[in-house]
């Protein structure tokens, strides 16, 4: 079967307005069920302060600190989850835009971060049906594909794996790039990343089929803006426009043939790739963004990403084996053109099998993508399965149908919201090592700190300790909390000595390290060794509940039961938070 130049057009008397209000509809309800969590974690907020952030906290809180330098003024960004030496790099240009935005309108960055997530989702949704409009044929069946895009998920709503730990769990319970929902639930990086992926390929496969450049010059702009925006998925759509072009040379069988094809991606790839160089020379020069770039991100057990897209993957292969068992047939009645059925093919298997690219720390990113091929398959597999029986003939049968089918593949990405909403009301996030609610002193004190000291010093807020009882009498303490550390480089634009699991390097052990500076078995010695080493001017400190018997043991320096040392002052206090100055003077040289 070769591949079709030249699809059928849409019917030339479809109005486009028209053909837009019922996806913009859908667009505009998907991302108003993305806030319901975050307004139901503002009603518990008093009085403490709702940070609006959720799953990937922590993640957040480093968009947030790209934000907050690009709104004070800077155009270079610095990762202030930490104090070593580096030189910093080109901000975002996504986040450098919002930081400027947010900055000339006065807007709180928070705004800006959930306004622009809500503006590029519904975007990306539209650009998902402007797709959907020159590759699927059938009105039903392509509203049928756009609602499986917004709302499908996996089976990991199920009991058996629901509590199991990430990485040994159904991707679609964890992995939020991995499912459309969850991105535009969570993140306006995943959301702006996954639009520019869609209109890069509706992009190229406009170039092929009017034979002109200058659709992949366009693809090859956007590619630009993706490669310093979310560099990975450039890997991803090179090796699925490579592999789209080399089967289209393996069925005519004639190279000379696919040389135009050949030369405009081409074209795409050489305006793509300055973008991506410019990133890996970043990768090269800077050894904190190297050693933030090669933290571990590996793909899960292949298990796990088939039953993380379940029936949704199931109904996929259905179509994809329908439509190739009966060839032409089927392509006509299902697909614009063979190309649009060999693209969304090639694209799905494609995209899964590259996050399994080898050596590559950065695997399960590369999946980010997939889900959009294999949910438009499966709204044509499904479509193709109800016009087996009579009764969904009629309109009313096949629309009931057809949101049942979309409610039952849209479980898990509703558990998802409400495990958010029970970890709001026990002010906790998945990783049980940040809250999303902060003390109204806590904020309070980084505003304090943010006006009356250097802008250029470095604080650390201590992380909260507790301990646990292993056997009768003895007992291990660790680190329950360390969200204030995490939010200040967003708060306040101030860098902190260890702040982030990815972006600190050596985060564990810096994190180990600090959590023993108030405790009574530090001698004074070793005490001082680490806060200079830890370039820091400031420490917090808000574990100050008065029933807190393991802060107490943990951290009596802080507490109350031990003198201060005389290279450490308090100099700002309320019920929540201490600040504390250190005399780097009086330190030990």
Request: glycine fraction near 6%; include cysteine; aromatic fraction near 12%.
């Amino acid at each position: 079967m070769a591949l079709s130049k030249n699809s059928e057009s849409i019917d030339q008397d479809v109005n486009i307005r028209n053909s837009y209000r019922w996806p913009a509809v859908i667009a505009s309800l998907t991302m108003l069920l993305t806030m319901i969590p975050y307004f139901i974690g503002f009603s518990f907020a008093e009085p403490r302060k709702f940070m609006w952030l959720g799953y990937n906290l922590d993640d957040s809180c480093v968009y947030l600190s790209w934000l907050r330098q690009a709104a004070d003024g800077s155009w270079k960004a610095l990762n202030l989850f930490t104090t070593d030496t580096q030189h910093g790099m080109l901000i975002n240009p996504l986040f450098l835009f919002l930081g400027k935005f947010a900055a000339l309108t006065h807007i709180p960055l928070i705004g800006v971060y959930h306004g622009s997530r809500v503006v590029f989702g519904a975007a990306l949704l539209l650009a998902v049906w402007a797709l959907l409009l020159v590759t699927v044929k059938e009105e039903r069946t392509r509203k049928l594909a756009f609602l499986f895009v917004c709302f499908s998920s996996g089976l990991g709503w199920l009991p058996l794996w629901w509590d199991t730990a990430p990485i040994l769990a159904p991707i679609d319970t964890w992995q939020p790039e991995a499912i459309t929902f969850l991105s535009l639930y969570l993140s306006p990086l995943f959301a702006f990343s996954m639009l520019l992926q869609v209109s890069i390929l509706t992009l190229l496969l406009q170039a092929e089929r009017s034979k002109s450049y200058r659709p992949a010059v366009a693809a090859g702009m956007c590619g630009s803006l993706l490669g310093l925006t979310h560099s990975y998925d450039v890997i991803s759509l090179f090796v699925v426009w490579g592999a789209y072009v080399a089967v289209q040379i393996f069925i005519t069988k004639n190279i000379r043939q696919s040389m135009p094809t050949i030369l405009r991606a081409k074209v795409f790839g050489l305006i793509t790739l300055p973008s991506v160089i410019y990133i890996y020379l970043q990768f090269q020069s800077d050894p904190v963004f190297r050693a933030r770039a090669n933290v571990p991100t590996l793909a899960p057990p292949v298990a796990w990403v088939f039953i993380g897209y379940g029936l949704t993957l199931i109904l996929a292969a259905y179509g994809y084996v329908s439509v190739s068992k009966k060839h032409k047939t089927a392509v006509v009645s299902a697909f614009n053109g063979t190309d649009s059925f060999y693209l969304f093919s090639i694209w799905a298997i494609v995209n899964v099998l590259v996050s399994y690219l080898p050596h590559a720390a950065f695997q399960r990113k590369l999946l980010q993508g997939a889900h959009f091929p294999i949910a438009i398959l499966a709204g044509v597999g499904f479509s193709l399965l109800l016009q087996k029986y009579k009764i969904f003939s009629e309109s009313k049968n096949y629309w009931l149908a057809a949101t049942a089918a979309a409610m039952l593949l849209s479980i898990t990405n509703i558990r998802f919201a409400l495990r958010d909403i029970q970890n709001y009301v026990i002010n906790s996030s998945q990783t049980r090592q940040q809250r999303p609610f902060l003390q109204s002193g806590e904020i309070e004190a980084m505003e304090w700190i943010e006006h009356n000291t250097p802008a250029d010093s470095a604080i650390q807020p201590l992380p909260f300790l507790t301990k646990a009882e292993l056997s009768p009498g003895q007992y291990k303490s660790f680190v329950s909390d360390s969200s204030l550390a995490c939010f200040t480089p967003g708060l306040i634009h101030r860098a902190v000595y260890c702040g982030h699991w990815g972006e600190t390097p050596d985060f564990g052990g810096k994190l180990m390290a600090i959590s023993r500076i108030g405790s009574a078995r530090m001698n004074d010695t070793d005490r001082q060794e680490l806060l200079k080493k830890m370039r820091v001017k400031y420490l917090v400190f808000s574990q100050k509940s008065t029933s807190d018997d393991s802060a107490d043991d943990l951290m009596p320096l802080f507490r109350g039961r031990l003198p201060l040392p005389a290279y450490l002052k308090l100099i700002h206090s309320n019920n929540d938070a201490d600040v504390y100055e250190i005399s780097l003077k009086m330190l030990i040289r």
